[in-house]
């Protein structure tokens, strides 16, 4: 295995890139920070998609010669690669399943609820000003629902795999990070689902949760003020997820 510092390549304002940024910083792993610059489509350039990842999107991970992306098996990777404490990833074998579930659910479910702050905000930026209110809806529907369940977790539960924070955990609170920064929540909802409100303030409060996130609360906080971001493609959220067809691709 190689001896070389990984390499981080990721984007701030990306809830998978934070969840991988927090996962590394609370246990201590070395690596060299590389932002990618999505809002120029740095991404997008042959160069970058053939020598990192050929779907252009972040975070990856670079160790030696082995290049990793997706944000999950990122997690994976980093647990068996530093022998992180069990509970990042789960102590036994039912535990180990647990947090798997927990993680497709979030990539399969969870994430597409994050319509709701991508059309609300970025859209405008990159399309100009148009109707996105039913892509907006419908993220709202799958947030609102996805609350519904961790809800009942969470009275379970203090995290949402059992008693311990698990990298799930980090992966699903990063998601509401940014619908905090968009002001996609109002204290009417948080009240609807008070265990999720409960976990969402507990891990905040952990080391480097309000570091990681710093940016994407500045670029929410321009954007509740009508300032535009320039950005010039779409990120992989409006990929696919368009119910207007007249959003250019
Ligand atoms: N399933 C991927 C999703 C990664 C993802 O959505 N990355 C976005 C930033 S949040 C991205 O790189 N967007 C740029 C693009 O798609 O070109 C993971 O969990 O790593």
Redesign the pocket.
């Known amino acids: 295995m190689s001896d070389e510092t990984l390499r981080f390549l990721h984007?701030p304002?990306?809830?998978?890139?934070r969840a991988v940024h927090q996962l590394m910083l609370e246990n201590d792993i070395a690596f060299d920070d590389v932002v990618?610059n999505?809002m120029d489509g740095e991404?997008?350039t042959p160069e970058f998609r053939q020598r990192f990842n050929p779907?252009?999107?972040?975070?990856i991970l670079v160790d030696g010669d082995f290049v990793l992306?997706?944000?999950?098996a990122?997690g994976f990777y980093l647990n068996e690669r530093f022998a992180l404490p069990a509970h990042w990833l789960g102590a036994t074998m039912r535990q180990r399943a647990r947090v798997q579930q927990c993680l497709h659910w979030h990539?399969t479910y969870l994430?597409r609820g994050a319509g709701a702050f991508f059309y609300s905000h970025f859209a405008e930026c990159i399309w100009g000003r148009r109707d996105y209110s039913r892509e907006i809806a419908k993220g709202r529907h799958v947030l609102a629902e996805s609350m519904g369940h961790m809800q009942g977790w969470l009275e379970a539960s203090p995290y949402v795999c059992g008693d311990e924070i698990s990298f799930a955990d980090l992966?699903h609170y990063h998601e509401f990070v940014s619908h905090q920064a968009g002001a996609i929540l109002s204290d009417d909802d948080w009240a609807r689902f008070p265990a999720v409100r409960a976990w969402f303030d507990r891990i905040t409060e952990r080391p480097h949760a309000r570091a990681v996130s710093e940016m994407i609360m500045q670029v929410g906080a321009m954007r509740q003020a009508g300032t535009l971001i320039p950005m010039t493609?779409?990120?992989?959220?409006a990929?696919g997820t368009e119910l207007d067809p007249v959003i250019p691709a």
């Open positions: 984007h304002t990306s809830q998978p890139c990618v999505l991404n997008e779907t252009g999107q972040v975070p992306w997706e944000s999950a990122i990539s994430r992966m493609r779409r990120t992989s959220l990929k």
